[in-house]
């Protein structure tokens, strides 16, 4: 199997666990927490900012003393937009299940932004659906570029049945700003039916780094460097949640060259 693909632990439980220390990088983490209703999870940020993305499910959050309520109001990916909140370095939080509960928890380093705890609801949320055909997907940006935060960009996609996403395949392994940004990213996948499979491939232009993935419910693909296509197989929707994040925070990528007519 390859090093890049994670499969989850068996729920429920701390079921996915990326570090850079883990993956061999220098920016992103990933951890995704299932909870039973009423277990509860809680950590600290330390040096991290971090994003908790209400992947199904409610809970109630507490963050630096402070109850922020119930939040997540979804029981499938496929249905609607996330809750999410957002917490600067130096910050502690506890979350406890209301329902069934499965809690994304994407960091990256804080810089010292002294930003404050917020609140990311599902009105915030702007949506866009890009490519035409069967390379048409959804999208929605749950921390992007354009909003307040130190590293971190988090995003998820629904890409239906049948179609291919992060296609035409484009990289971001430079740090060449204007022309790309060095971003490391994870991907957590999702199918709906839950039996479904994708594949994702990820490579270089040398071909030094060349992997193709078979991609099931729950596994996690990290992304060091090169292009990193992937496809859902028909009758199988799939959903991913990304996290990027590098020494900047801008994300501009570089299409593959051959590639690249597709974009007409």
Same mark, same amino acid.
């Given at each position: 199997?390859?090093?890049?693909?994670?499969?989850?632990?068996?729920?429920?439980?701390?079921?996915?666990?990326?570090?850079?220390?883990?993956?061999?990088?220098?920016?992103?983490?990933?951890?995704?927490?299932?909870?039973?209703?009423?277990?509860?999870?809680?950590?600290?940020? =330390?040096?991290?900012?971090?994003?908790?993305?209400?992947?199904?499910?409610?809970?109630?959050?507490?963050?630096?003393?402070?109850?922020?309520?119930?939040?997540?109001?979804?029981?499938?990916?496929?249905?609607?937009?996330?809750?999410?909140? %957002?917490?600067?370095?130096?910050?502690?939080?506890?979350?406890?299940?209301?329902?069934?509960? =499965?809690?994304?928890?994407?960091?990256?380093?804080?810089?010292?932004?002294?930003?404050?705890?917020?609140?990311?609801?599902?009105?915030?949320?702007?949506?866009?659906?890009?490519?035409?055909?069967?390379?048409?997907?959804?999208?929605?940006?749950?921390?992007?570029?354009? =909003?307040?935060?130190?590293?971190?960009?988090?995003?998820?996609?629904?890409?239906?049945?049948?179609?291919?996403?992060? %296609?035409?395949?484009?990289?971001?392994?430079?740090?060449?700003?204007?022309?790309?940004? %060095?971003?490391?990213?994870?991907?957590?996948?999702?199918?709906?039916?839950?039996?479904?499979?994708?594949?994702?491939?990820?490579?270089?232009?040398?071909?030094?780094?060349?992997?193709?993935?078979?991609?099931?419910?729950?596994?996690?693909?990290?992304?060091?460097?090169?292009?990193?296509?992937?496809?859902?197989?028909?009758?199988?929707?799939? %959903?991913?949640?990304?996290?990027?994040?590098?020494?900047?925070?801008?994300?501009?990528?570089?299409?593959?060259?051959?590639?690249?007519?597709?974009?007409?």
């Amino acid at each position: 199997m390859s090093k890049l693909l994670l499969k989850a632990m068996q729920g429920p439980g701390h079921v996915v666990h990326v570090t850079p220390e883990t993956a061999g990088w220098s920016y992103v983490g990933f951890d995704l927490h299932k909870l039973d209703a009423g277990q509860s999870v809680c950590g600290k940020t =330390e040096d991290k900012e971090v994003c908790l993305v209400f992947v199904t499910g409610k809970g109630k959050v507490t963050a630096n003393g402070e109850d922020l309520g119930l939040l997540g109001s979804r029981m499938s990916p496929f249905e609607g937009k996330p809750w999410s909140v %957002y917490l600067p370095q130096g910050s502690d939080w506890w979350v406890s299940a209301e329902t069934d509960l =499965e809690l994304a928890v994407c960091s990256a380093p804080g810089l010292g932004g002294g930003l404050p705890v917020r609140i990311i609801s599902p009105e915030g949320l702007s949506q866009e659906t890009r490519g035409k055909g069967t390379n048409t997907r959804y999208v929605t940006n749950i921390l992007p570029e354009n =909003e307040p935060a130190d590293s971190l960009l988090v995003v998820e996609v629904i890409t239906p049945g049948g179609h291919t996403s992060s %296609y035409p395949p484009h990289k971001h392994d430079q740090d060449n700003l204007p022309a790309e940004s %060095y971003l490391e990213e994870t991907y957590y996948h999702r199918f709906n039916p839950r039996q479904g499979f994708g594949f994702q491939r990820v490579y270089t232009d040398d071909r030094s780094l060349d992997e193709a993935m078979a991609i099931e419910d729950g596994d996690v693909v990290m992304v060091p460097k090169g292009y990193h296509p992937c496809a859902a197989c028909h009758g199988y929707d799939l %959903y991913y949640l990304n996290v990027m994040a590098g020494p900047k925070r801008t994300w501009k990528f570089h299409n593959a060259v051959e590639h690249e007519w597709l974009m007409m």
